[in-house]
């Protein structure tokens, strides 16, 4: 089971072999609210760090979510676009954006794990 | 004289609780179907007679497929409309204080007289000669307009306040590449605190984004603009008074910053109905500003527009005004309707602008003088200074206790302990018969509440009012939860279900399928 | 002041309050020397028989177009307007309200908008309407940064025969946005060829039927050409009344179709205020420009409308938002929908005969003056005819003898070579004497 970073932006990845899965944090999720529309990058996209992969829209909010490494988009979660609740309901499983092969593992490793990502969720509290 | 009918003269069993009726309808607060499910496809209620036999001329052009409309008569179309239009708060019925937004009274002169067949009934294009009247009336408010904000040129044109914030800022765009700076300057200072019109306005024109941070008082200094300036600024777009309801103290020294960087200044004059004749913003250093006739004069609302947004312009961007605009050749006025031979930098749209918008903002103007323009701003000041005193014992303010233009800025930070949230306590004011302020902007603020009372109201409306916003905050902190969390329960709807219409949107009626 | 309702005893209570002792004392955030002194030069108040007089003036100084034979269109039509429109518009509750942001007491305002929607996307023919832009000509400038968002192109090819402010607007926002356009010369017989001027480079193509000198257009080829390169159609239309006769937008395969509302419920207003229309496909809504109500449920499960899709706006998106418009023209749209349900599908059709059989009329009487001709083979209610005098000098004559003749193609097309062209409509508000009060003054002038 691979293990699960975090961005400060609220991103996740989760790596297994070269291939990164990246959704929104449950935090962000919560914060965001019922999520209404998801706007998905293409596959073959090539992402730097920190580019825009998809905009996760609320009703009141639209948020971008940024690319927590750099890579080519290898697959999109295309079951948002008819359920985008998906994320709310199981943000960390079918509620995934998309899926990154990643060009420079070492950028993962610079991420927070599950702990440190609490702890920042605490100070910005 | 005995009761000899036997007609009930008590109230009787009357009864508080929620009654269900057969039809939905809750005496005068009526349901209303849609037209569509209501009028027939053969009726219409206008009487047209078919026309005598001719040789149509449309060709292989003629329309086959049905249009699908159905008709009403008059009588169902008076119904249905005037049932409607009881499902809607109006300033007419009551207080309407959106922040921001300068709900004040719409007076009928201005109706009146933008129905005068001499306004309503001419067209754009007919020749010049038979429309002095229209282009002296436009003349006239234009010079108004200039001698209100001390600024040397107008653009007329533009058709509201987004309109006009685009139009001031092709004027700067054209004069910074007539000074061949095009390629160079494409960066625009945004305070975070701005409307959401003033980004949007900078992208759609190519420039990028550069946020400006407000201060810990609620404005922006002359220190945060000037380390976000370089020589790729084009421009900086402030709202003053801000959208904290705060007078920018610094604006003259900001304008000079921006100056002195060779960029210019626009400023977003949608709060102007604080300082009509208090000051004029040419002598602040300002650019550009739009003024929306809707708002500082009145020209209604109707229910989200139409608007007008003329755009007053400083000499340096006065070369730069588009078309159309009004000269004098000899005794008879005329259009410049073309930008040959000028640095005019285009045209904002069709014809002239909002013509049925100026009649009314002349009249609104003409009524009240300066004098009592200037009133009305010190009204709208003092009335939200007002509400802002007295519930600030209460209710938090971010920027601490000092005075406020016409717009008095709360937070949630009172609201913490409840658990209620700012949409809560505006609901809330919905079942006190209130329109609620405006909420959540603006964004530098958490939980904002921004109260507008405009200079419309008497003491007594004011006071009734503050007195029913204390209630509820009172409420709120002694621990009640429904009275808000539930609201609002006597509206002709409870809170809706913005997640649904989002996710499957349905835009439009569509026949149901056959059962 | 008769709109003040605060007296000085009021003022002074107030100031007591709010602890200072003069009103100035409140404004101490302007800077001393940058405020006013005394008053603004601008005349003290009136009261309302003096600003009437002073309006009312002016306003003579105008020839109405219901005073004369009329013939003007060009982009706005004088229609008849039912007096239950007028009177509707004037409610309090929609006149005095502000944009719906409050749905559980803006529901008149919201059901009327989903109504307007539902009725601009069956006239157009299209899948999907919004709640209305400023006019057809902003609203076509929109629809092309829309096409360009779709397509990630930035190449507008603009039709001759497109409306020539509206093909201004257009470019003034094009060259502003750093886009390309490709501007086809004026065609005053519908013969370009504007297959020709489509390459991979281009977003869109906006043509206008029935064009700027009256010719209906077959869109459908167009549309075939625009698709084989990946470029979109945006069809416009300047007068409503004619969707009541004509092949619709979305028939002949519109990707976006935009026009102008003032025909159906709104008086001419020399200009403005107008109600832009905006239509396109299901699929591109996201990328639509403008407010759109929508269907919900409210708490109880009763069926409401509020605004949605709110994402792609400026209140929202900001710098990213698909425009910056915000206030739009909501009360044009309310006498627009009035005037549509009284219409309904037949009265809309049979609008739209007498406004073509009026044009036909027209047509022949002026044909019948020696020495002029009507251009157009086809035509809905305008056509274009060629004079042996120039236009604008002879539509000047015209005014003179009391008749209102059209518009001088000259006066939007300077340089044009064009200068013997006159745009005339012709709608149902003409009579039969007004025609021949036309043919005749024509005749005098020639």
Known sequence: MSQVRYSKDHEYISVEGDVGTIGISEHAQAQLGDVVFVELPAVGDKLAKGAQAAVVESVKAASEVFSPVSGEVVAINSDLESEPSLINEDALGKGWILKLKLSDPAEVTALMDEAAYQDFLKSIA | MLNNQGRPTRSGEASTADTHTFTGNRALDMEEALIFETGRLDATGVDIDEPSAFVSRLGAHARNSEIGLPGLSEPEAMRHYVRLSRKNYSIDAGLYPLGSCTMKHNPRLNEKMARLPGFADIHPLQPTSTVQGALELTSDLARILMTMTGMSAIAMSPKAGAHGELCGMMAIKAAIEARGEGATRNVVLVPESAHGTNPATAALIGFSVRSVPTGADGTVSPDAVRSALGPEVAAIMLTNPNTCGLFEREIAAIAQAMHEAGAFFYCDGANFNAIMGKARPGDLGVDAMHINLHKTFSTPHGGGGPGAGPVVLSKALAPFAPVPYIVARGDTLDFVEHIEGSQAFGRMTAFHGQMGMFVRAIAFILSHGADGLKQASEDAVLSANYIRVSLNDLMSSPFGDRPCMHEALFDDRWLKETGLTTLDFAKAMIDEGYHPMTVYFPLVVHGAMLIEPTESESKASLDLFIMTLRDLALSALGGERERFTAAPRRAPRRRLDETRAARQPVLKWTKPAPA | ?446
């Open chain 3, 1 to 446: 002041m008769r709109y003040l309702p605060l007296d000085a005893v009021d003022r002074a209570l107030m100031l007591a309050r709010v602890g200072v002792s003069h009103i100035d004392e409140i404004f101490a955030d302007i800077p001393a020397d940058k405020r006013v002194s005394g008053l603004l030069d601008i005349p003290t108040r009136k009261s309302e028989i003096e600003v009437e007089r002073i309006l009312s003036s002016l306003a003579k100084r105008n020839v109405a177009a219901g005073s004369v034979p009329f013939f003007v269109g060009a982009g706005a039509y004088r229609h008849h307007v039912p007096a239950s429109v007028d009177h509707l518009i004037q409610r309090s509750e929609f006149l005095t309200s502000y944009t719906p942001y409050q749905p559980e007491i803006a529901q008149g305002t919201l059901q009327v908008l989903f109504e307007f929607q539902t009725q601009v996307a069956a006239l157009t023919g299209m899948e999907v309407a919004n709640a209305s832009m400023y006019d057809g000509s902003t609203a076509c400038a929109e629809a092309m940064l829309m096409a360009h968002r779709l397509t990630r192109r930035k190449k507008a090819v603009l039709s001759g025969g497109l409306h020539p402010q509206y093909a201004d607007v257009a470019a003034t926002l094009a060259h502003m946005a750093g886009d390309e356009i490709l501007r086809l010369a004026p065609d005053i017989l519908a013969s370009e060829d504007i297959a020709a001027a489509i390459d991979d480079q281009t977003s869109c193509v906006i043509v206008q039927s029935p064009d700027f000198f009256g010719n209906p257009r077959d869109l459908a080829p167009i549309k075939a050409a625009a698709h084989a390169k990946g470029a979109l159609l945006i069809a416009v239309f300047t007068e409503t009344v004619s969707l009541g006769a004509l092949r619709s937008p979305g028939e002949m395969g519109a990707d976006i179709a935009v026009g102008e509302g003032q025909s159906i419920g709104n008086t001419l207003n020399f200009g403005g205020p107008y109600v832009g229309l905006f239509a396109t496909q299901s699929k591109y809504v996201r990328q639509m420009p403008g407010r759109l109500a929508g269907e919900t449920i409210d708490a109880e499960g009763r069926r409401s409308f509020v605004l949605t899709l709110s994402t792609r706006e400026q209140h929202i998106r900001r710098e990213k938002a698909t425009s910056n418009i915000c206030t739009n023209s909501g009360l044009c749209a309310l006498a627009f929908s009035i005037h549509m349900s009284l219409l309904g599908q037949t009265g809309m059709q049979r609008l739209a005969r007498v406004n073509h059989a009026n044009a036909v009329q027209l047509a022949d009487r002026l044909s019948g003056v020696k020495g002029v001709s009507v251009i157009n083979e086809c035509f809905f209610n305008e056509f274009t005819i060629r004079t042996p005098r120039p236009a604008e000098e002879l539509i000047e004559t015209l005014a003179k003898k009391g008749v209102i003749g059209g518009l001088p193609v000259s006066r939007l097309l300077p340089k044009a070579g064009l200068d013997d062209l006159i745009v005339v409509a012709s709608t149902e508000t003409n009579s039969d004497e007004d025609r021949a009060a036309y043919a005749a003054a024509l005749a005098q002038c020639l």
